[in-house]
T-cell receptor
Framework: NAGVMQNPRHLVRRRGQEARLRCSPM?????VYWYRQLPEEGLKFMVY????????ESGMPKERFSAEFPKEGPSILRIQQVVRGDSAAYFC?????????????FGDGTRLSIL | AQTVTQSQPEMSVQEAETVTLSCTYD???????LFWYKQPPSRQMILVIR??????QNATENRFSVNFQKAAKSFSLKISDSQLGDAAMYFC??????????????FGTGTLLAVQP
């Protein structure tokens, strides 16, 4: 059973470009979470999505960042007009459901570097 | 708002010895879950152990066990018979069990564990 798949593993962008990060949850998982890890820090929650719905985006910057989880295909975290401060590791996690003790399984992350 | 604190930025242990990593948290909720995740140099996030707050019995997973003190809001991780492969960053995390909560994980800042041969 494949785990959470994130791609690309590494992404390099110049300031002002767009970054698209993809996450395919584990089979049977319909809940996706995105976290950001800045250098030398812990992971910080960004957004929680279910299929076609954003449930909680309280951790996501109001501008330039957006996320989606379409009916078909992976979840996408999109960062427009990237700046140096966006350089970080972005992790996706998925779970089967909420309300019960369902752990979140993490992907290997996408390391975003802004030149 | 809930917070998680790991007061030990770095720890070191001799191979085959035992080490305890500290974690405290702050919450006004009575029902929640606590986790320890391991992040080796490869940067994967690996679930080590989990604890439901309503359970008094401490969770154990092979060489890993926790000391959960609900009244003190403390959740320490004990690694017995430490192995070189245990070297990693360890994160403590909190998740609400409240109905309607988003179930997001709240992480501490991590403890970097070195294992000396």
């Amino acid at each position: 059973n494949a785990g959470v798949m994130q791609n690309p593993r590494h992404l390099v962008r110049r300031r002002g470009q767009e970054a698209r990060l993809r996450c395919s949850p584990m089979k049977g998982h319909s809940h996706v979470y995105w976290y950001r890890q800045l250098p030398e820090e812990g992971l910080k929650f960004m957004v929680y999505l279910q299929k076609e719905n954003i449930i909680d985006e309280s951790g996501m910057p109001k501008e330039r960042f957006s996320a989606e989880f379409p009916k078909e295909g992976p979840s996408i975290l999109r960062i427009q007009q990237v700046v140096r401060g966006d350089s970080a590791a972005y992790f996706c996690a998925s779970s089967q459901q909420t309300g019960v003790m369902q752990p979140q399984h993490f992907g290997d992350g996408t390391r975003l570097s802004i030149l | 708002a809930q917070t998680v604190t790991q007061s030990q930025p770095e720890m070191s242990v001799q191979e085959a010895e035992t080490v305890t990593l500290s974690c405290t948290y702050d919450t006004s909720e009575s029902d929640y879950y606590l986790f320890w995740y391991k992040q080796p140099p490869s940067r994967q996030m690996i679930l080590v152990i989990r604890q439901e707050a309503y359970k008094q019995q401490n969770a154990t997973e092979n060489r890993f066990s926790v000391n959960f003190q609900k009244a003190a809001k403390s959740f320490s991780l004990k690694i017995s018979d430490s192995q070189l492969g245990d070297a990693a960053m360890y994160f403590c995390a909190y998740r609400s069990a409240k109905g309607g909560a988003t179930n997001k994980l709240i992480f501490g800042t991590g403890t970097l564990l070195a294992v000396q041969p």
